[in-house]
Nanobody
């Protein structure tokens, strides 16, 4: 297991920004520096959807069309942390955001390629 812990969620007005962080616990000597990483979100009554992903070196990123140009995924392997910078937030971005570590090193849009999941952090955007 690679415990993943998200932080940075909260309540923000439409048009505002938040930065989510996803840190891998080093307690057991595990690291995510060799894993592709992804962010997914789920709102009540809806299925989980892909948001963004990044390869292990950070040289490849994918975004959902709904967030392209507003969200940016990045990583700091020295800190074992992945970030999701969210700008120009909209009420429809309201969801629980969860980070995940892929089995391999590539960026991926598919939840099926993810091996480890965090608990999620709530993002609420008010209109």
């Amino acid at each position: 297991q690679v415990p993943l812990v998200e932080s940075g969620g909260g309540l923000v007005q439409a048009g505002g920004s938040l930065r989510l962080s996803c840190a891998a616990s080093g307690r057991y000597g595990r690291t995510i520096s060799n894993n592709g990483m992804g962010w997914f979100r789920q709102s009540p009554g809806k299925e989980r959807e892909f948001v963004a992903s990044i390869s292990w070196r950070g040289d490849t990123t994918f975004y959902a069309d709904s967030v392209k140009g507003r969200f940016t995924i990045s990583r700091d392997n020295a800190k074992n942390t992945v970030y999701l910078q969210m700008n120009s937030l909209k009420p429809e971005d309201t969801a629980v955001y969860t980070c995940a570590a892929a089995r391999g090193s590539a960026a991926s849009r598919s939840a099926g390629t993810m091996n480890y999941w965090g608990q999620g952090t709530q993002v609420t955007v008010s209109s």
